[in-house]
């Protein structure tokens, strides 16, 4: 890539001038010269008519946040599709354990009202009322979930209402989403109401705090293919006591307890960041933004975290199991290294995961030319420090703000969990990222391509441009590279593999890529814009 906006230009020209000019927002290609992020459009309105990568928001509560919560149930209040929609697709693994047995693992089940049209004219919260004491009656859950979906907040179902009515009458708490898919512009939103009910119901309700020095949450960890259960095992040799995975095999109990910990890392920054800055200006627990997709991106989020409590001996031992692990994986990525070495990828993947792959495709010697997120903010690619110049929009006006303050029993001063004075806490920001995150464009290579919510178009034109080798993808859109003659790799729930996080999970990764560049299927498959080179040149001849 060169570094200027041809190959935007040549992308937008079928676009009409309107939704040229939008769509123009949207993409940035790195600048080396350019000493921070242009602003770049975001978190707006998918233009109707293009086909989107995007879910709503009623995916982003029920899919993504409350419904890998393993022990409490999870009601879809709609129509079958939005239930289906949103089950067993994203692989959130669970177990049991001394707290949650098996017969209270309920992630993987799928509990929906089934709304009829007579529901839609009478209206559904009857219906509701009755599965509640349904579910209770046969599974005995701790908690229950109620995710709304369009219709019910177009027919006015008081799901909060029935919610109450059921708490008193079975004496457990029942959360009510107000998560409706058209309440947001993507599935952000739906992470945003999640977070906030969460913080508002459940966190902070807890008295126990787990035994250990050091304790620690994992937020934005959905656990997709037992990828939390990899990260545990590396920050407990380390030395931490891991207190809750936010919320890939987490509990109720779990999450009641999320503010008796020390310290929040944040490995998906858009869907939990909220709780994290919530639970900061509550408790006053600090967070740091994590990366443990790559080895070096692994070794240095251990690093920065073991700074974080002044304490020798955790510095040591994290040292230690650094280079254990790396030793131990390193041949073994060499091996997959001389397959993938000097390949390119596109990443379209939402949270962080289009960034912390950039990681891990770098240790194998591949590179992502271009990149984008199909529901980022503005800070998700420029860094956290545009937050104050993002104007509110009624879009946005549409998810309630909670406004919290300091608890006058449970807050502590945030240098005092890390077992520091204020001033080493000062020195320590200025070393360590706590309280931010900078964004992917400063980790793009100049002339890379950064896009927002790509199309169906743009993604077919960009491919066409560049020829990748591989795509990484979400559920849908990865049949469009299969079409387009690519090798492509989900990343939302890694197809059937996994886990990728961490140094275990680097193996993996590095596996399932070596083994989709050289599968010899793709050799079969002639791209679109080869076929017409071909039938240009026969014509000519």
């Given at each position: 890539m060169t570094g200027t906006d041809e190959p935007i230009e040549e992308m937008l020209a079928p676009y009409p001038d309107l939704v040229k000019k939008n769509r123009k927002k949207h993409l940035i290609v790195k600048n080396e010269s350019a000493e921070c992020c242009p602003p770049i459009e975001a978190n707006t309105r998918t233009i109707p008519g293009i086909i989107s990568q995007r879910g709503c928001a009623y995916a982003g509560c029920k899919g993504v946040v409350v419904g890998p919560i393993k022990d409490m149930i999870t009601i879809t209040h709609g129509p079958v599709g939005c239930g289906y929609y949103s089950w067993g697709t994203r692989r959130n693994k669970a177990r049991a354990d001394d707290t949650t047995p098996k017969d209270k693992i309920y992630s993987q089940l799928c509990f929906i009202t089934d709304m009829q049209e007579p529901d839609i004219v009478f209206g559904g919260e009857k219906k509701l009322a009755k599965m509640i004491d349904e579910v209770v009656a046969m599974f005995h859950p701790r908690a229950i979930n109620i995710?709304?979906?369009?219709?019910?907040?177009?027919?006015?179902?008081?799901?909060?209402?029935?919610?109450?009515?059921?708490?008193?009458?079975?004496?457990?708490?029942?959360?009510?989403?107000?998560?409706?898919?058209?309440?947001?512009?993507s599935q952000s939103a739906g992470h945003h109401i999640a977070n906030n009910n969460l913080m508002q119901n459940v966190i902070g309700t807890g008295t126990e705090r787990k035994p250990g020095k050091h304790v620690i949450n994992i937020l934005g960890e959905y656990n997709i293919g037992g990828d939390g259960w990899e990260l545990e095992r590396i920050l407990t040799e380390c030395g931490y006591t891991v207190n809750s995975i936010l919320t890939g095999d987490s509990s109720y109990l779990d999450i009641k307890n999320l503010h008796m910990a020390d310290i929040n890392l944040v490995q998906c920054h858009r869907s939990i960041n909220y709780i994290a800055e919530m639970m900061e200006t509550k408790y006053g627990i600090p967070w740091l933004k994590v990366n443990f997709i790559g080895i070096e991106a692994t070794n240095e989020s251990l690093r920065q975290l073991a700074r974080c409590f002044n304490d020798k001996e955790l510095e040591n031992q994290t040292e230690i199991v650094i280079a254990r692990e790396t030793a131990r994986v390193t041949a073994v990525l060499e091996q997959y290294r001389k397959i993938c070495k000097g390949k390119t990828a596109f990443a379209f993947v939402g949270g962080s995961r289009s960034h912390h792959y950039q990681y891990l495709l770098r240790d194998l010697g591949m590179e992502i030319v271009v990149a984008g997120y199909e529901f980022a903010h503005r800070d998700d690619y420029e860094g956290r420090q545009v937050i104050p110049t993002i104007k509110s929009d009624a879009d946005s006006k549409n998810i309630p703000e909670l406004h919290l303050k300091p608890d006058p029993e449970r807050y502590r001063e945030t240098h005092e969990y890390l077992n520091m004075t204020k001033e080493e806490y000062e020195a320590l920001k200025k070393d360590v990222p706590l309280s931010y995150y900078e964004g992917m464009y400063p980790n793009m290579q100049p002339g890379e391509l950064m896009i927002d919510d790509a199309n169906h178009h743009e993604v077919e034109e960009l491919v066409a441009k560049y020829k990748p080798d591989l795509i990484f993808s979400g559920v849908r859109d990865k049949y469009i590279a299969h079409k387009l003659g690519v090798a492509s790799k989900q990343l939302h729930s890694y197809d059937y593999a996994g886990p990728y996080a961490g140094y275990s999970g680097a193996i993996n990764f590095a596996r399932d890529v070596a083994n989709a560049l050289s599968t010899p299927a793709w050799k079969l498959i002639t791209p679109p814009w080869e076929k017409e080179n071909n039938e240009g040149s026969e014509s000519i001849a």
């Open positions: 995710c709304a979906t369009c219709p019910v907040g177009l027919i006015g179902d008081d799901i909060n209402a029935v919610a109450k009515a059921a708490m008193e009458r079975h004496g457990i708490q029942v959360l009510a989403y107000n998560c409706e898919g058209y309440k947001g512009v």
